[in-house]
């Protein structure tokens, strides 16, 4: 009896572990460096064809710090954000499953072994990167709109900088009539207070 309930009690274990999706960390982000500044925003402008090539670890890890990561040791962002609340939650989207990015501790958790790009935008890109706010967190929504404008420029100028191509997606929401948006929001798990905002493609541009 004794042995048949350490046994039950160690499957259960063992199940809800592999349950629960492990957090892995990403490359530490390459934080000097890149193009000088007024180079970078000569450089910035929208890319929407790229080559098949996916994003390595490291490029993924750039791309992300720079967006929104933790860049003093307040836990400040390289991202501005409107009394601080910090309130905008990154995913990124491969063919092999989407992730949510934790600036914390440069970790990323697999929420998806989906391929969701087709719900994120019409581009063929190896990547999107969705940007989400938790308006619980926010100051405002109008607070949680303009923070993720600063992401995205943040995204625009890292890709100039390392030679990827992006490009902003407010239209992902209105893909088949606003369905498209609500099942990414589902499909990523997120809570009812998360409002996906902007998604961006990114990849390696395939254009002049
Ligand atoms: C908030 C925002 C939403 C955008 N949404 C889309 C979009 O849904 N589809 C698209 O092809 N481009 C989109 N863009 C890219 C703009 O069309 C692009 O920035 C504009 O044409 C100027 O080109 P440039 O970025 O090369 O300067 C968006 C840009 C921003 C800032």
Request: with cysteine.
């Given at each position: ?68 990561g933790v860049?003093?040791?307040?836990g ?26 934790d600036p914390e501790t440069n970790r ?101």
């Amino acid at each position: 009896m004794k042995t048949t309930l350490l046994v039950s009690a160690a499957v259960f274990c063992s199940c809800s572990f592999a349950a629960l999706p492990a957090a892995r960390p990403l490359p530490a982000p390459v934080r000097t460096g890149g193009m000088p500044l007024q180079q970078a925003l000569n450089a910035r402008r929208t890319i929407r064809s790229y080559k098949a090539d996916a994003l390595t670890d490291q490029q993924i890890s750039d791309l992300l710090w720079s967006a929104n990561g933790v860049n003093r040791n307040d836990g400040k962002r390289t991202a501005p954000s409107a009394v601080n609340r910090k309130e905008i939650n990154l995913h990124y989207l491969t063919a092999g499953g989407a992730f949510a990015y934790d600036p914390e501790t440069n970790r990323v958790t697999k929420v998806s072994d989906e391929d969701l790009r087709k719900w994120a935008g019409r581009f063929k890109a190896p990547v999107y990167i969705v940007l989400s706010a938790d308006l619980k967190r926010a100051a405002s929504r109008h607070y949680a709109v303009m923070d993720t404008g600063y992401v995205s420029q943040n995204i625009y100028l890292h890709c100039a900088s390392a030679g990827l191509g992006t490009c902003a997606i407010g239209s992902f929401s209105r893909i088949k009539g606003g369905e498209k948006g609500k099942l990414l929001h589902d499909k990523l798990g997120m809570s009812e207070t998360e409002e996906i905002l902007l998604t961006h493609s990114v990849g390696i541009p395939d254009e002049e």
